[in-house]
């Protein structure tokens, strides 16, 4: 009886790992360049509230706006709005729950629209936000 190679069982399962690892970040990439050369843009939402909420994006340029269809969310769910913008101007995220709705520039108009970024709310249930006279 001739002793077994660990050696060929352990190649083997590193090359399974590199395989799987290798799919696993390059769909994302991939669908990212995509994204990037069609000028499509990608807000991917999580509802952390205990409501069904609604989002939108906007993209403005200060002389036109341009909005996605409102995409509703059920409580503690994940969603994405997939949108290829025909404006370049700032990004704005609406978020509107049962009484009350949340917005969040993502970008202004003087930034165009991004590449990445960030933006969490709260809540959507917020009072109206009024800036104060000068």
Same mark, same amino acid.
Request: charge should be neutral.
């Given at each position: 009886? $001739? ?5 060929? %069982? ?27 050369? #069609?000028?499509?843009?990608? *807000?991917?939402?999580? %509802? ?8 939108? *994006?906007?993209?403005? %340029?200060? *002389? ?23 404006? $370049? ?20 108009? #003087? ?6 970024? #960030? ?5 959507? %249930? ?7 006279? #000068?």
């Amino acid at each position: 009886m $001739q002793p077994r190679d660990d050696d060929e %069982n352990s190649g083997a399962g590193l090359r399974t790992g590199l395989l799987i690892a290798a799919v696993a970040l390059g769909i994302p990439l991939f669908v990212m360049l995509i994204l990037y050369a #069609s000028g499509a843009k990608l *807000a991917i939402v999580h %509802n952390d509230s205990a409501e069904t909420v609604e989002i939108a *994006a906007v993209v403005h %340029n200060g *002389a036109a706006v341009e909005r996605t269809s409102v995409k509703t969310i059920d409580p503690h769910r994940l969603a994405w709005i997939v949108f290829t913008p025909r404006l $370049q101007g700032g990004l704005t995220i609406f978020c509107k729950g049962s009484t009350m709705f949340a917005t969040k520039a993502i970008s202004s108009v #003087s930034e165009g629209t991004p590449a990445y970024s #960030s933006a969490t709310f709260k809540t959507c %249930n917020l009072p109206p936000h009024f800036d104060k006279p #000068s």
